[in-house]
């Protein structure tokens, strides 16, 4: 993990009280005037968007494509609606300039309240580029998973200052989870509501998930060891665990998406647990295998 890297960004790792958009809407409003010297000083924000969306696409797709499908290219219309608003296009502008990224390729994954996209470093390296969607009303639906925490004493209301904050917890569980040993994807920075992580996978394509592979007894055993070393190691509790976020890999299973997740702390963590124990074992259950009664399984875990 590159600990320092938020840093250089004058917005850092955002803090649950700092969710401040006025420093990148001015660095927006600067980056465009030098940009373009002769342009208006009225310029509307559609106007500059579109401008600035331009010149995302020119740097993020890069010169070479090669042949790529549609659904390896930006759509410009549907990433403005969707993903790159204003704050977003001038975040990913920042990561190229400050070295985190060089390019991005494309989007390798989407869901209802986030997108993702395969990236490379200056060095070549896979990343994982996952942008929360400033557009969703689902993140009013996760106030239970950071109610309770106490990481997260002070809670902003609005819709965009959730899913930033949703971010950040993310990042943080990701790293309090890497650092204790969990086969998780290594996370890399956060900013606002952009997080960048480690690609699990190969030349953009992500590894398969456990309910995309086949599965044996081995790979219940390290699922149920993964919950037993959060639960104790990193002291959290998944919340979300399911066959659609454990990649199978050749080194074992690796956990990903731990926005839900919870500080032991946490009022609800038992139930999180017993659910994220249940979830697990119904899967291997349905897949054939004879595995432990979760209820024994919630006991070693929880002794």
Not at 25 to 48: H, V
Not at 289 to 303: A, G, Q, S
Request: charged fraction near 30%.
């Amino acid at each position: 993990m590159i600990e320092d890297s938020a840093d250089e960004f004058k917005d850092g790792v955002i803090e649950e009280n700092d969710l401040d958009l006025s420093e990148i809407t001015n660095e927006s409003e600067d980056s465009a005037t030098d940009e373009s010297e002769d342009s208006s000083t009225e310029e509307s924000d559609l106007g500059l968007q579109d401008k600035l969306a331009k010149k995302m696409n020119l740097r993020l797709v890069g010169k070479e494509r090669g042949r790529k499908t549609e659904k390896d290219v930006f759509d410009k219309d549907k990433v403005l609606e969707a993903v790159f608003d204003k704050s977003t296009v001038m975040i990913l502008s920042r990561f190229i300039n400050n070295g985190i990224i060089s390019y991005v390729n494309g989007a390798v994954g989407a869901g209802k309240e986030s997108q993702m996209y395969w990236a490379v470093d200056p060095s070549g390296l896979d990343l994982a580029v996952k942008i929360y969607l400033v557009t969703t009303s689902n993140f009013k639906k996760r106030y239970p998973y950071l109610i309770g925490d106490p990481r997260f004493t002070r809670i902003k209301r609005g819709t965009r200052s959730l899913v930033e904050l949703w971010a950040k917890k993310e990042y943080r569980n990701l790293s309090k989870s890497f650092n204790s040993g969990i086969p998780c994807p290594e996370p890399v920075t956060v900013v606002k509501n952009v997080l960048i992580m480690k690609f699990v996978g190969s030349h953009g394509v992500p590894s398969h998930t456990l309910v995309e592979s086949e599965v044996n007894y081995s790979d219940y055993e390290k699922t149920i060891e993964i919950i037993s070393d959060l639960y104790h190691k990193a002291e959290l509790v998944h919340a979300d665990l399911s066959e659609y976020n454990i990649f199978k890999t050749e080194q074992g299973p690796v956990v990903f998406d731990f926005g839900s997740a919870v500080d032991i702390r946490h009022p609800k963590t038992k139930e999180f647990l017993e659910r994220d124990i249940s979830n697990i074992t119904r899967f291997f259950v349905k897949r054939g295998l004879t595995v432990d009664n979760p209820i024994d399984v919630f006991e070693r875990v929880t002794k």
